[in-house]
């Protein structure tokens, strides 16, 4: 009887497998950054769940999507946590080795989360698979839930450096720890994925808006922007998998010390640059790219503009610093006069 439950998952999967790849008979090309504005990224995000099936049939279901993924012309996509089993392996292993395949084929970066056996420790672990398919890196899990019977891994947060742009990985329980989302923005993260067992709600938006970087979460298949709202235009391919183009170049400003040399460089490039999203309370502006090859984030550096992240770390260091001291302000630097 377990041999013919057995025998009928593959068949399923192989059936499962085969609609995908013959859904994909248009191929979409990855996106030429160099002839769109800004920093551009094609994310897909695939909430197949973490739950159901045995291996053969839960791995046969996520290299499925990432055929679908790669023909939509990704140029990431993210599993969900624990996808194909809960069954600890060691990295390199037949799971990584059988996503790199796709990621090699479709050029493609893929995180894959998955138990990680590593000596006498097991971990839960979401590896970083680059376009070439190697390893680029991974996240162990630094929060486990109170259920899970894995090692925490390290509180150090890692970040990875991908030809897109700056990624940071989070894991599931990891939402009700705020101390490892800062040290996402304290690295730069422009991007955080949050491949989870369930959708996370409220909480990614909040992170989004408090650092000002994009969330992925891939319970639910939720894109939130750098203000802490919904993405717009993502497109829904089925219910367990959902794709999204992000521009990473968006920069948030604080009005304080900016204003002059902002107006300036919207009068340069008029027509180039807009300041998309204003918000007069929170004293906050949104520039954006709209030509090709024009980048906000190089603009600020030219103009000695300061964003707003980068002024708050800056201003943290700063009162720190004299708190030390026993001094008082002005603690501004010379770099911030407007």
Known sequence: MRRTVEQFSRIFVVVFVMLLVMSCSAVSEQLDRSK?????????????????????????????????????????????????????????????????????????YVICPMREIAGDKEYNTAVLIDRKGN????YRKAF???????????????????????????????????????????????????????????R?????????????????????????????NVRKLDKKHYIATLDLDR??????FNFSKTKKLLEDYKGQVIKEWTSEASALWLLKSTAPGVRVKDLCKKYKIIPYREFERDCRQRINDARKKGTRGPTHSGQWND
């Open 204 to 232: 990614l938006g909040a992170y989004a808006m408090l650092h000002h970087y994009y969330v992925v979460g891939v319970g639910h298949g939720t894109f939130t922007d750098i203000d802490g709202q919904p993405v717009k």
């Open 144 to 202: 486990p839930a109170p259920t899970e019977t894995v090692h925490p891994g390290p509180k150090d947060v890692p970040v990875f450096d991908t030809d897109f742009g700056r990624i940071a990985i989070l894991t599931c329980f990891d939402i009700l720890f705020p101390e490892v989302w800062h040290q996402c923005a304290e690295k730069d993260a422009e991007l955080v994925f949050w491949p989870s067992a369930y959708g996370g709600g409220i």
């Open 135 to 138: 390893i680029a890196g991974k």
């Open 251 to 256: 920069t948030m400003l604080y009005y304080d």
């Open 36 to 108: 769109l504005p800004g920093r551009q990224v094609r994310i897909s995000a695939i909430p197949m769940g973490s739950y159901g099936g045995g291996y053969e049939f839960r791995l046969g279901m996520g290299l499925g999507y990432l055929h679908k993924a790669g023909a939509e012309g990704a140029d990431i996509a993210c599993l969900p946590e624990n996808f194909a089993s809960r069954k600890p392996e060691v990295i390199p292993g037949r799971t990584t080795n059988a996503v790199a395949e796709l990621a090699k084929k479709y050029n493609m």
